[in-house]
């Protein structure tokens, strides 16, 4: 079946540490990723995409690169602020699913000052 | 509208007693989801809609649970019965056609709480 592993959190760093957030996933198929992110109290917005082998997602500084042959979609950053604060989610997408996501258990990221 | 709007914001409910949540979807979108998140983590897929037909009810508890997404009404939740293992915040998002790159648009959920 279709899965993603995420790494368990929470992670705390310091604001301006380099972030890293691992994600692997399994899929029948060639499968859309994503990272969506949750703030406190709200829904799930979608920070980052990748649609085939490859490709780097980016948005706000965050990236993330399409790793076919290590079925990976690690999320990074660079310099972390107290703003980026949050629940961070793996999740891919198959062709024809009609837009379902099957998520990761999400990673908590703590940037403290 | 442009966001997903799902009320309500917070629901509980006694053991054994209905629990009903609505959702508008983003005007123009065709696809409707429902997940379940326990825990403040693990998205659990319930069931999803394309327009008003139901295109993938594998995530849904046999019994108990039941979505519609009627025509010109909000697109609605129902937990008959409710336990307390029901107990979780439940997000409704919306989406444009399949496309490969097409995201989706959640709303800011709702919490039932079953006491």
């Known amino acids: 079946g279709n899965s993603v592993t995420q790494m368990e959190g929470p992670v705390t760093l310091s604001e301006e540490a380099f972030l890293t957030i691992n994600c692997t996933y399994t899929?029948?198929?060639?499968?859309?990723l994503f990272w969506y992110v949750q703030y406190p109290g709200e829904g799930l917005q979608l920070l980052l995409k990748?649609?085939?082998?490859?490709d780097k997602g980016s948005n706000k500084g965050f990236e993330a690169t399409y790793r076919k042959e290590t079925t990976s979609f690690h999320l990074e950053k660079g310099s972390v602020q107290v703003s980026d604060s949050a629940v961070y989610f793996c999740a891919l997408k198959l062709t024809g699913g009609g837009n379902k996501l099957t998520f990761g258990t999400g990673t908590q990221l703590k940037v403290e000052l | 509208g442009e966001e997903v709007a799902q009320t309500p914001k917070h629901l509980v409910r006694g053991e054994g007693q209905k629990a009903k949540l609505y959702c508008a979807p983003i005007?123009?979108?065709?696809?409707v989801f429902w997940y379940q998140q326990v825990l403040k983590n693990e998205f659990k897929f319930l069931i999803s809609?394309?327009?008003?037909?139901?295109?993938?009810e594998t995530g849904m508890p046999k019994e108990r649970f039941s979505a519609k997404c009627l025509p010109n009404s909000p697109c609605s939740l129902e937990i008959q019965a409710t336990k307390l293992e029901d107990s979780a915040v439940y997000f409704c998002a919306s989406s444009q056609p399949d496309r490969l790159n097409e995201k989706l648009f959640f709303g800011s959920g709702t919490q039932l709480s079953v006491l």
């Open positions: 005007k123009g979108h065709s696809y």
């Open positions: 990748a649609t085939k082998a490859d």
């Open positions: 899929a029948t198929g060639y499968p859309s």
């Open positions: 809609f394309q327009n008003e037909n139901v295109f993938d």
